[in-house]
DNA sequence: GGCTGATGTCATCGTACGATGACATGTGCG
DNA sequence: CGCACATGTCATCGTACGATGACATCAGCC
């Protein structure tokens, strides 16, 4: 090694994090089927081939954004108090974004989906089912499924361009009015 | 013409209807893009060249499908005593989850999703806050909006296979429980 | 019955994509 | 320095797609 983390001209570490943001992001901004790999090269400065050499392919460069984004947020349930302003805040976030996606569509690569599945068992269902089991409420693990794809709706919403004032109103007023709307779940 | 409607060995009208009612279809199963014209043509049973000289392309044959939704489903808002429980039956029909699709995302097409925005902004959104509107509720059109894109994340989350029990419940239970869920849209 | 247009079939083009391998260049070590 | 490997670049392959046009076949009219 030469030393530290200088900025070498060559760094395959520095390349591979370059691919992986630029991966989550592009994931987020079109999901996984329109994001091409060209794409990702391009927005990471990066020749598109090093994907293949870092990851194995665009499927498991797929598998390492969401399994990146598995391991650093919180697992609080969506309606802990302050959680789903922060979803929504965060949906810009690179990482929660493509996990979502699988809960409105199914992805055309069959790894890549069962993945985003999990995650998005593990991440968002998992909790708000065992808050409703807690609460002793009927229908635990329905009531929480509709509550996430809810939410799925609202983030996705916000980002599709189809909605006047959903894509421009503050995350802390929609979380306000979010709350409100889904009281019924409390 | 040979008299009226008997079955001819070749007919237009029968080719250009049996189009419609595949892309339908399909555009419902997997939304535009993942939708290919010779998918269209085999189940239509008909050759795909044939959707370049009925419709002009891949692009037409889903306007044509969104302007037919257009035409015959009732405008009454979602929040309607019935209309809830009728969007969730009539998911599968085709038609309707082609709007909905692109509440979550864009689609490639700007034609296509101008169009697709029109028709659920008109729909949808509109009649909804509407409703709003005459009960003197406040930012109608935000809450009008929150509530469709959360029924759009159910609907399609449904048929995503995403989640275990929100995919199997009953049209009526599921209609039930979200008008509990939403009920602080009324 | 033969002609003309409508309808259907087929081969093919151009493009975009993910993947791959050959090759070039930099980097650190002996 | 010079070798060996790590890293980066580039050309290209195979596949899938939407579109197009040439060709074949059928239907109705004179």
Same mark, same amino acid.
């Given at each position: 090694?030469?030393?530290? =983390?200088?900025?070498?001209?060559? !760094?395959?570490?520095?390349?591979?994090?370059?691919? #992986?943001?630029?991966? &989550?992001?592009?994931? &987020?901004?079109?999901?996984?089927?329109?994001?091409?790999?060209?794409?990702?090269?391009?927005?990471?400065?990066?020749?598109? %081939?090093?994907?293949?050499? $870092?990851?194995?392919?665009?499927?498991?460069? $797929? #598998? %390492?954004?969401?399994?990146?984004?598995?391991?650093?947020?919180p697992v609080s349930d969506l309606l802990a108090p302050d959680r789903l302003r922060q979803v929504l805040?965060? @949906? @810009?976030?690179?990482?929660?974004? *493509?996990?979502l =996606?699988?809960?409105? =569509?199914?992805?055309?690569? *069959?790894?890549?989906? %069962?993945?985003?599945?999990?995650?998005?068992?593990?991440r968002l269902v998992e909790p708000l089912h065992r808050r409703f089991?807690?609460?002793?409420?009927? =229908? *635990?693990?329905?009531r929480a499924e509709i509550v996430v794809a809810a939410v799925i709706?609202i983030v996705?919403?916000?980002? &599709?361009?189809?909605?006047?004032?959903?894509?421009?109103? @503050? &995350?802390? !007023? #929609?979380a @306000? #009015?979010l709350q409100?709307?889904l009281?019924?779940g409390e």
């Amino acid at each position: 090694m030469t030393g530290t =983390q200088e900025a070498r001209r060559r !760094d395959s570490a520095r390349s591979r994090e370059a691919l #992986l943001r630029a991966a &989550s992001e592009l994931f &987020s901004e079109r999901g996984f089927d329109r994001t091409t790999t060209r794409d990702i090269g391009r927005r990471a400065g990066v020749d598109p %081939a090093l994907i293949a050499r $870092y990851f194995g392919g665009k499927t498991q460069l $797929y #598998l %390492a954004a969401v399994e990146a984004e598995r391991g650093d947020a919180p697992v609080s349930d969506l309606l802990a108090p302050d959680r789903l302003r922060q979803v929504l805040e965060g @949906a @810009a976030r690179r990482g929660l974004v *493509p996990i979502l =996606q699988v809960g409105v =569509q199914p992805l055309s690569d *069959p790894e890549a989906d %069962a993945a985003a599945r999990a995650a998005l068992h593990d991440r968002l269902v998992e909790p708000l089912h065992r808050r409703f089991v807690a609460e002793g409420r009927a =229908q *635990p693990r329905l009531r929480a499924e509709i509550v996430v794809a809810a939410v799925i709706g609202i983030v996705l919403g916000r980002s &599709s361009g189809a909605f006047e004032e959903l894509g421009e109103v @503050a &995350s802390d !007023d #929609l979380a @306000a #009015l979010l709350q409100e709307t889904l009281r019924g779940g409390e």
